[in-house]
T-cell receptor, first 114, second 111 residues
Framework: DAGVIQSPRHEVTEMGQEVTLRCKPI?????LFWYRQTMMRGLELLIY????????DSGMPEDRFSAKMPNASFSTLKIQPSEPRDSAVYFC????????????FGPGTRLLVL | SQQGEEDPQALSIQEGENATMNCSYK?????LQWYRQNSGRGLVHLIL?????REKHSGRLRVTLDTSKKSSSLLITASRAADTASYFC???????????FGQGTRLTINP
């Protein structure tokens, strides 16, 4: 199995630009999670989906962030407009047993907003 | 505030020694998990211990859980340079519907 796939691996953009991060979960997994990791705040859950439906988006920092999961094999996290404080590593993870069970993480997208 | 908090924040030991990391949490849990993160990589699941379990082993890893003290420990025996990484505990708090990760322990194994 290829594991969780994220793209791009690195993204450098200028403030105000739109950023789209992509994730392909492990086949057969029905839960998908987006996390953000920074030195200051650690690993934060932004949103999670169960069977393609957003269940908890309370971690999404503000309206500039949006996430979609149009089907079981693809999800996007979009930031529009981006700001320097959005610079972080964004991880996607998936699980087949539920939100509180083992999660499988992708390699992450390192985002730098100038 | 963080549900799980690791202690120490950083640990440096010699190769071959044992490494012990601790995690404390605040509320009742369904399970507690430990993950490893190598520099620049995603997190990798190591072990899951449920609230009705007290100890689990996986290779050189030993995890204990004390629900009365709301704490867990991760022991890595006979450490190797490849064990150098950050280690995170994550708790599935009862009713929380999410995993909450601690800030991690940065472990360095010196050859």
């Amino acid at each position: 199995d290829a594991g969780v796939i994220q793209s791009p691996r690195h993204e450098v953009t200028e403030m105000g630009q739109e950023v789209t991060l992509r994730c392909k979960p492990i086949s057969g997994h029905n839960s998908l999670f987006w996390y953000r990791q920074t030195m200051m705040r650690g690993l934060e859950l932004l949103i999670y989906f169960n069977n393609n439906v957003p269940i908890d988006d309370s971690g999404m920092p503000e309206d500039r962030f949006s996430a979609k999961m149009p089907n079981a094999s693809f999800s996007t996290l979009k930031i529009q407009p981006s700001e320097p404080r959005d610079s972080a590593v964004y991880f996607c993870a998936s699980s087949f047993l539920g939100v509180g069970e083992t999660q499988y993480f992708g390699p992450g997208t390192r985002l730098l907003v100038l | 505030s963080q549900q799980g908090e690791e202690d120490p924040q950083a640990l440096s030991i010699q190769e071959g020694e044992n490494a012990t990391m601790n995690c404390s949490y605040k509320t009742s849990i369904n399970n507690l998990q430990w993950y490893r993160q190598n520099s620049g990589r995603g997190l990798v699941h190591l072990i899951l211990i449920r609230s009705n379990e007290r100890e689990k082993h996986s290779g050189r890893l030993r995890v204990t859980l004390d629900t009365s003290k709301k704490s867990s420990s991760l022991l890595i025996t006979a450490s190797r340079a490849a064990d150098t990484a950050s280690y995170f505990c994550a708790t599935d708090a009862t009713g929380a519907q999410k995993l909450v990760f601690g800030q991690g322990t940065r472990l360095t194994i010196n050859p």
